[in-house]
């Protein structure tokens, strides 16, 4: 008896030595991968890990106001999220060391780049991609925009996301404009969620379901997310972790070309498409929230089969990538009323061109690149107002009423079209 009880207490301090050495090495592990930070990078870093006290904590802190302008970030770090390495995340934190507002899960940051090789900054939007309960840093995460394997020759990549992915390093400084966004959570509902990505579309929804993990949501919540395979299957490790941990959440993973490594019912779980074929054997009912971000003909399918199967078009919020939008078939509204004339000139003041717009040629944006004239924009969606100009004669109107509304005498350019002969100041 005396003997076992001897090793029992051996046993337990084995244990409790084997414990404390794994903690020390998953101490040191976390140092080595933030070695190449500064100190205050990593104070700004502890933890990136949010229990819900301290998730509402944070948003009593943090309700602070967005700043005018762009304010320059440093990037604190930057990790791959998928075995390809074609996705990114970079986490910003403010150079001045101030506090940064809290933000909507589901908005985006725009950014002023400077690109190697173009004359003036390239304007981009990408979503953040955590919940907004950190107080200390800001995460997008970037999907590297390859060229096609048949695309025509001379096709140039991805030009914002390849600067991210091959310029932009730990240390470096960027201009970026406060969140902003109508893509967002609903998150005083306690109605079901569903959440539909497609690709790299999983960055805002991910923004969603953090928030609703931090916050230890009691809702229903499906994530339904489509991939090509294991290789670009992005968040896999901590989505497999939350999908174990929540009973509430329920993953779903479509691969439309797995690969012979690729495990079903491991690595993910329906072979094809993301098909809302796939999800009613699941849901059973139609009394959820949904949200869907992807590439546009998925938006469209999906949200088309959901009104065929009863979803109301009120309850369903979508965005295409980087472009915040309404549902893919709403009805289109016209601001101010009217229909545009057939054919009128709109005159580029600064660029002393006159171009004949018809409406097969889309919004003044889309006039003003088919005629080379080069215009700020970051969203193509009348969102963050990068896109405003001064408008000197005539009037517009806006098929999809713009989120972020122009001052009087202007117009944004991205989801404008003419009523009359325009003279715009580009």
Request: with cysteine.
């Amino acid at each position: 008896m005396e003997a076992l009880t001897t090793a029992g207490g051996v046993l337990m301090i084995a244990t409790a030595g084997y414990q404390a050495m794994m903690l020390l090495y998953r101490v040191v592990v976390r140092r080595v991968r933030t070695s190449r930070l500064d100190g205050e990078f990593l104070r700004l870093l502890r933890d990136l890990s949010t229990s819900a006290t301290s998730y509402n904590k944070s948003l009593e802190q943090n309700n602070r106001p967005a700043w005018q302008g762009a304010r320059k970030f440093q990037i604190a770090w930057r990790g791959y999220e998928t075995p390809d390495k074609d996705t990114c995340s970079f986490y910003l934190v403010p150079s001045d060391r101030k506090s940064i507002p809290t933000f909507k899960p589901g908005q985006f940051l725009t950014f002023e780049l400077d690109i190697p090789g173009q004359t003036q900054k390239t304007m981009r939007c990408y979503s953040l991609s955590d919940s907004p309960s950190h107080q200390e840093f800001y995460r997008i995460t970037v999907k590297r925009m390859r060229t096609p394997a048949n695309a025509p020759q001379g096709t140039r990549p991805g030009l914002s996301s390849s600067h991210f992915h091959e310029d932009m390093q730990v240390g470096d400084v960027v201009d970026v404009h406060a969140p902003s966004g109508s893509f967002c959570l609903d998150q005083n509902s306690n109605r079901p969620v569903v959440l539909v990505a497609g690709g790299v579309g999983i960055t805002p929804l991910l923004s969603m379901l953090n928030t609703l993990i931090a916050s230890g949501s009691k809702r229903e919540i499906w994530l339904f997310y489509g991939v090509t395979n294991r290789l670009d299957h992005a968040m896999y490790d901590h989505l497999q972790s939350v999908n174990r941990e929540m009973p509430n959440l329920n993953v779903v993973t479509f691969y439309c070309n797995p690969r012979r490594t690729c495990r079903m019912g491991t690595d993910y779980d329906i072979e094809g498409f993301v098909r809302v074929e796939c999800m009613k054997p699941l849901l059973r009912a139609r009394n959820y929230e949904f949200y869907v971000c992807g590439p546009p003909p998925m938006m469209k399918t999906i949200v088309t089969d959901l009104q065929k199967w009863g979803v109301p078009l009120e309850d369903i919020q979508t965005e295409s990538f980087g472009s915040a939008s309404k549902p893919a078939n709403a009805k289109s509204e016209v601001a101010d009323g009217g229909n545009a004339k057939q054919k009128v000139a709109i005159t580029f003041s600064k660029s002393n061109k006159t171009v004949e717009w018809t409406p097969g040629k889309g919004s003044l944006l889309e006039l003003a690149e088919s005629a080379g004239i080069r215009a700020r924009f970051a969203c193509r969606a009348g969102v963050c107002g990068t896109c405003v100009t001064a408008l000197l004669e005539g009037q517009v109107k806006y098929d999809q009423p713009p989120t972020k509304v122009p001052a009087e005498g202007h117009c944004l350019l991205c989801v404008a079209q003419p009523k009359t002969d325009l003279t715009l100041e580009l």
